[in-house]
């Protein structure tokens, strides 16, 4: 089992930054891609942010220039750094990983998601 503790979110107001946290713990031969998802109210879950194990990239077109994912793989943590925030970005932030088991065997887990609210 793979568990994933988000940390950073909270209320900032419109141009500000915020910088969120998730740590992958447990039991897994590797960890894989890693990223972040956002769902607000009465929206669809969407993708925010990719980092392979490489640390190549993939950002929405949504939040390029403004946002920046990275990772520590020695840490098994991923981050989230967001500038110029917007009230658009309100919405619970979701840590994804992909965990690969001692049996090669990858799977997806989720954090429980941290509220970032963005007031104008």
């Known amino acids: 089992q793979v568990q994933l503790v988000e940390s950073g979110g909270g209320l900032v107001q419109a141009g500000g930054s915020l910088r969120l946290s998730c740590a992958a713990s447990?039991?897994?031969?590797?960890?894989?891609?890693m990223g972040w998802y956002r769902q607000a109210p009465g929206k669809q879950r969407e993708l925010v942010a990719l980092?392979?194990?490489?640390?190549?990239?993939t950002y929405a077109d949504s939040v390029k220039g403004r946002f920046t994912i990275s990772r520590d793989n020695a840490k098994n943590t991923v981050y989230l750094q967001m500038n110029s925030l917007k009230p658009e970005d309100t919405a619970v932030y979701y840590c994804?990983?992909?965990?690969?088991?001692?049996?090669?065997?990858?799977?997806?887990?989720w954090g429980q998601g941290t509220q970032v609210t963005v007031s104008s």
């Open positions: 994804n990983a992909d965990a690969v088991s001692g049996s090669l065997n990858v799977r997806a887990y």
């Open positions: 980092i392979t194990s490489g640390k190549r990239t």
């Open positions: 447990g039991t897994f031969f590797s960890i894989n891609t």
